[in-house]
């Protein structure tokens, strides 16, 4: 792939405040990445140097092979969709979705009437151009705060937390609308968001954030399955966490784990340099099993029992207590036709693999 942006020993601070600590990050062009971290990790600190807003105090910015050094932000193949949307409540949708080109003399009227219809065509609101923009929905002014954007047709669109105030069925629906968005148009698009699911469903790649720092930078099925530390397995969806320690490594790896005993694990089922000694082990909710009455499995298996139960209606999560393990394992099952769901108290058996296991230091 094409790298469109690079950022190179990127430092900002703010007096005495260090919130952007040696970014060094290439972004790929028709790619969709997220920047993800908990608030004030400086992601949209990040955000804002990529589109001009801020200047960096060391290190460089390259867009399309450029040194973004000194350009200001209007000046950038770029184009910013707000947490606000920033919709002008007493302009049409159709004149909101002009007001970037008003600076553009080389096109008439016709032009603009055209690149208007286009732009609301793109986001799903062909016909829409006359109503009131105070009159929307949540959802009908983030289309239009993005078909604004996208009018300007931008070499890269970034997001800054563009579906925080939607609300969860909304949000779920403008996310596919995005992927698919993004898709037809073909540009580079960067979200800024806090919700791990999002960057999960919508990303190319994800940078997880963290006090300045990128704590580790991959694809949505590499950060859930293989994590490269403790902090990024706790903020990348749920995990349980047991006391481990490493006793051989090799072309597999050796470690005695609280409660499962003496495990066999791969290589890729550990960060490079983990070392003999204390340790961790990670193992997500749904790769552990309940087995109910009638059920048969040829993994391991451990005796517990259901300390708490939690009805998501597709779903139970169950906390269980085990024998030598701190505490409760909590396990995801599905709610299936016939299967009922436990009682706190109930005495269970838990099914787990080692494969399962995610080795962190």
């Known amino acids: 792939m094409t790298a469109l942006i690079s950022l190179t020993g990127v430092n900002k601070y703010y007096g005495d405040y260090h919130a952007l600590r040696d970014i060094n990050l290439t972004i790929n062009e028709g790619e969709f990445f997220s920047l993800l971290g908990p608030s004030g990790c400086g992601k949209t600190t990040l955000l804002r140097t990529i589109a001009g807003f801020e200047g960096v105090s060391d290190g460089v910015v390259m867009i399309g092979g450029k040194n973004m050094q000194g350009v200001p932000a209007n000046m950038r193949p770029t184009n910013m969709v707000f947490q606000s949307y920033a919709i002008f409540p007493h302009l049409t949708v159709a004149e909101n979705v002009a007001f970037g080109l008003r600076k553009k003399k080389d096109m008439d009227k016709a032009a603009k009437d055209l690149?208007?219809?286009?732009?609301?065509?793109?986001?799903?609101?062909?016909?829409?151009?006359?109503?009131?923009?105070h009159a929307l929905s949540g959802g009908q002014r983030q289309r239009v705060a993005l078909a604004r954007a996208l009018i300007l047709k931008p070499k890269v669109l970034l997001l800054d937390e563009p579906l925080s105030a939607l609300d969860k069925k909304m949000r779920e629906q403008m996310q596919v609308e995005l992927i698919r968005l993004q898709r037809h148009v073909g540009i580079t698009f960067i979200l800024v968001t806090h919700d791990q699911e999002e960057a999960l469903v919508m990303s190319d790649r994800i940078a997880v954030m963290f006090e300045g720092?990128?704590?580790?930078?991959?694809?949505?099925?590499?950060?859930?399955?293989?994590?490269n530390s403790r902090r990024v397995a706790e903020f990348i969806g749920k995990m349980n966490f047991l006391e481990a320690e490493v006793k051989a490594i090799g072309d597999q790896i050796t470690v005695e784990v609280a409660g499962l005993g003496t495990c066999t694990v791969n290589a890729e089922q550990a960060p490079s340099g983990i070392a003999i000694g204390p340790a961790a082990v990670g193992i997500r909710p749904e790769t552990l099993a309940i087995l109910f009455d009638g059920e048969t499995t040829d993994r391991k298996t451990i005796a517990g029992v259901v300390d708490?139960?939690?009805?998501?209606?597709?779903?139970?999560?169950?906390?269980?207590?085990?024998?030598?393990?701190a505490d409760p394992l909590n396990i995801a099952m599905k709610n299936l036709i016939g299967r009922p769901v436990l009682d706190v108290g109930a005495q269970t058996t838990v099914v787990w693999d080692a494969r399962s296991l995610v080795l962190l230091p």
Request: charged fraction near 30%.
């Open 308 to 325: 708490e139960v939690v009805y998501y209606g597709d779903m139970t999560y169950y906390d269980v207590r085990i024998d030598g393990i």
């Open 213 to 227: 720092e990128i704590g580790q930078l991959a694809d949505p099925e590499t950060l859930y399955r293989r994590p």
């Open 115 to 133: 690149a208007v219809e286009e732009a609301l065509g793109m986001v799903g609101l062909k016909g829409f151009g006359d109503r009131q923009a």
